[in-house]
């Protein structure tokens, strides 16, 4: 006699094969687009997922034996869903010997000015020691 699986397993496993269709790497990490210019812009994305399933058994008033004598499982009802959530985050941009991220969520002044800080160092350095030895002499 083959083994029966249960009802709610067939339910799961459906969701969860059209989740794995749904989402990839390439959901999360798009595919690269080359620019004129050189640079390679690379699209980031955030994703997020669902999962849920339920079912129950019911006693369906009949005998628990089929025509053949063999044992039936009882009544089932039951269902599944699944959701995927996709939000863009930014873009991975790289050329001219350096990679930044840009932000799509509107705040890109102030990662614009994260990024600059180091030049804004280097540069105050460089006047700070040219005063300093201009002083000397």
Do not use: W
Request: with cysteine; proline share 7%; charged share 20%.
């Amino acid at each position: 006699m083959p083994e029966q699986t249960h009802p709610i397993e067939g339910l799961m496993k459906t969701a969860m094969e059209s989740i794995k269709e749904m989402v990839d790497v390439n959901t999360v990490v798009g595919d690269p687009v080359e620019t004129p210019d050189g640079n390679v812009i690379i699209p980031i994305s955030r994703v997020a997922c669902g999962f849920g399933a339920g079912g129950g058994e019911f006693d369906y008033g009949g005998s628990d034996k089929d025509d053949n004598g063999e044992s039936q499982m009882p009544g089932f009802g039951g269902g599944s869903g699944a959701g995927v959530s996709v939000k863009p985050v930014g873009f991975l941009v790289a050329g001219n010997g350096q990679v930044r991220l840009i932000p799509v969520d509107g705040n890109a002044t102030l990662d614009r000015l994260i990024d600059l800080a180091p030049q804004v160092f280097t540069q105050i350095q460089g006047i700070l020691d040219r005063r300093a030895n201009q002083e000397q002499y």
